[in-house]
């Protein structure tokens, strides 16, 4: 894919003057803005697998009376013994009027990962890393 186009196809073209160019004669060219394509995101995890849903409170915040404004859901996947299994982590929001007529939103914190935005749970790493090391297999099988 060109940068430039004798032509213009769809979009306006630019007429400049080259210095070294005779007089009478124009060029003109076409620049095309830079579109970004979207990102597809990350894979969802497979349906198939079985899931544990645990629901996360704030811990330090009674909320009775509060709102509920939708919720966060973080999915992950983790290794049991045979299985692979995904562990959703459902953490509601809650809206709490403040005294300036403002809303201050409530979340639970998620507990801490190995990996900072991985999907995979401390027993995927563990398992990888015993197949790997202690029963010599590759990553590929």
């Known amino acids: 894919m060109a940068l430039w186009e004798p032509q213009p196809k769809t979009e306006t073209a630019v007429a400049a003057t080259a210095p070294s160019a005779a007089p009478d004669r124009q060029i003109s060219y076409l620049r095309r803005s830079a579109v970004k394509k979207a990102h597809p995101g990350r894979a969802t995890l497979p349906a198939h697998l079985p899931v544990e849903e645990i629901v996360l409170e704030p ?36 809206a709490r009027p403040t005294r300036n007529d403002a809303t201050e939103i409530v979340v639970a914190e998620l507990p801490s990962r190995p990996m900072d935005k991985g999907l995979s749970e401390p027993g995927l790493l563990a398992e990888l890393c015993v197949a790997e090391y202690v029963d010599h297999l590759p990553f590929y099988r």
């Open 59 to 94: 811990a330090a915040q009674d909320t009775t009376g509060l709102a509920c404004n939708g919720r966060n859901i973080t999915e992950t996947l983790d290794y049991r013994p045979g299985r692979l299994i995904i562990i959703r982590r459902i953490r509601p929001k809650y």
